[in-house]
């Protein structure tokens, strides 16, 4: 009858315990590059809706001669930039209701200093002070 030796079993589980490795480390990787496309994915959607917002404020600039104190349209570069006009925002602008029934509204994009030293885009909307924002 034929039996296995010490040194054998030694160098089979050995080899067993190389494959197992080799496994998790390939796991460990796959794991890895998953967080980082879905962080990857996460980054280009927040991306998609803020020049979406961005763009939907801007189609539905109002300005209005006769009330230049609410309806002026503001640019600011340098060290605090910032961009704010009157705007009649669509119905699938964010937080549209949380005015009420205005959608008439002064919208102000500011960059401000976020995480890791990075700079956040911050969307500040405000009722339409004259009270003529009422659909």
């Not at 927040?46 to 002026?72: K, V």
């Not at 102000?108 to 990075?118: D, K, N, P, Q, V």
């Amino acid at each position: 009858m034929r039996r296995f030796t010490l040194i054998e079993i030694m160098v089979a589980i050995a080899v067993f315990m190389m494959l197992i490795a080799v496994i998790y480390s390939t796991w460990a990787l796959v794991m890895k590059a998953t967080k980082v496309g879905q962080d990857a994915a996460a980054q280009a959607q927040r991306q998609r809706i803020a020049l979406r917002t961005i763009e939907d404020s801007l189609m539905c600039i109002q300005s209005f001669q006769a009330s230049q104190r609410y309806y002026f349209f503001n640019v600011e570069n340098g060290d605090k930039p910032m961009l704010s006009f009157a705007s009649r925002v669509p119905d699938v602008f964010p937080r549209n209701g949380k005015f009420g029934e205005f959608n008439l509204r002064r919208v102000t994009f500011s960059l401000e200093a976020g995480i890791g030293g990075e700079n956040d885009l911050v969307l500040a909307p405000e009722p339409d002070p004259d009270g003529h924002g009422r659909r």
